[in-house]
C-alpha cells in the first residue's frame, strides 16, 4: 500500500511538471539576457489592481541590477489553483507563488489561526502584528524542510458578510437557516455556524452561479468580490462584520531560496515588503471605490455595526487553537500583543 502510494505521489508530480513545462512554453517563453529567472504563480485576475499590484515585484527585482535576477509571472490560475501552485513550490518545480493563508492551513495547521474570525480587532492591530510579530515571523520561516518558506505577505483586507436578502448581519439570529458559502477549510465552516449560518464549502468561482442558482443565500469576502467577481448584481446587502483579515502569502520553494546569492535573497525580501507597502497604500481607495460601485447597483451598505454579539459566538474557535499546543499559543498570544488597546 505504502509503495503504490508513493507511485500514485510521483506520478502527480510528474503530472504538474508537465502542465509547468507546457505552461512556460505556451506563455510566451521566458527569456533574459543574463541572470537568474524566477517564475511566480497566482490566481488573481489578470488587469485586476490587485494582479498589477503583485506585478510590482518585476520592476523591483529588475531595478536591483547587482541581484542580477528578474521575475516572471504566471497570472489568473494559469498553473491550477492555489493548492496546486503550493505542491509545485514544494517539489521545486515552481519557483515562488502567491497564496491565501487559509489555503497554506492545508499544509501547515498553525496557518490556519489568520482564519479564527475576530483574531484582530481592527486594521490597524493587522497590519502592526503581520509587520512586528516574531511569531509570525517563526512560522514563516518553519516550513523550511517541507519544501518552501513564506518570504512575504500582502495585507488583504476584511472579509464581510452578504446576502440576497436585504438585512444587516448583526447577530448569529440574522443568519439562522440562511446557507452561506465557505471557504473549504473547517474553521471557516465552523466560523460561519458559530455565527448562525449553514456553510456550503465551494470554490470562489463557484459562488457567482451558486447566488444565482439558490444554491446559496450569502457570502462573506472582501468588497471586491462585489465588483471584480459580479456578486453586485445577485446581492441586496453588504455588512462591514470584519470578521476576519486573511494575509495572502509569497512563498518560495526552499530549493530556489538555498541557491539564490545572499543579495538575490535580500532582492526578494525587500522587494515584497515595499510590494506589501504599496498595497496597503492603495486598498483603502480600492474598497472604496468597490463599495460605490455596489451601491450604485442597489446593493445597500451596513457599516459601524455591534459586533459584540458576533465576537462572543466565535471564541470556542480562538479556544480551541491556542489549546492545540503551547506553540499554538505563543502565535496567538504574540498576535495578540498588538491588538489596539
Known sequence: ????????????????????????????????DSGRVLRLAHNQSAGSEIAKSIAYISDLVEEDKDADMSVKIYESGVLGSEKDEIEMVKAGILDMAKVSANTLGQFNDKYSIFAIPYLFNSQEHYYRAMRESTEVQNLFQSTK????????????????????????????????????RSMPNTTSMDMIEKMGGTPVPMAGSETYASLQQGIV????NTELALTVDGHEDLVSSYTYTEHQFTPDIYIISTKTWDSLTQEQKQCLLDGFKKTNENFVSLYNGMMDDAIAEAQSKGVHVYKNIDKTALIQAVQPIHKAFFEKGDDYKKLYDDIQKYADK
Request: hydrophobic letters at 45%; charged letters at 20%; zero cysteines.
Open 1 to 32: 500500500m505504502k509503495s503504490y502510494k508513493k507511485i500514485v505521489g510521483i506520478l502527480v508530480v510528474a503530472a504538474l511538471l508537465l502542465t509547468v513545462i507546457v505552461t512556460f512554453v505556451r506563455v510566451s517563453g521566458v527569456t533574459a
Open 145 to 180: 524542510e517541507d519544501g518552501f518558506i513564506a518570504i512575504g505577505y500582502y495585507a488583504n483586507g476584511a472579509r464581510n458578510f452578504y446576502l440576497k436578502e436585504d438585512k444587516p448581519v448583526t447577530d448569529p439570529s440574522v443568519l439562522k437557516g440562511l446557507k452561506i
Open 217 to 220: 443565500d450569502g457570502a462573506e
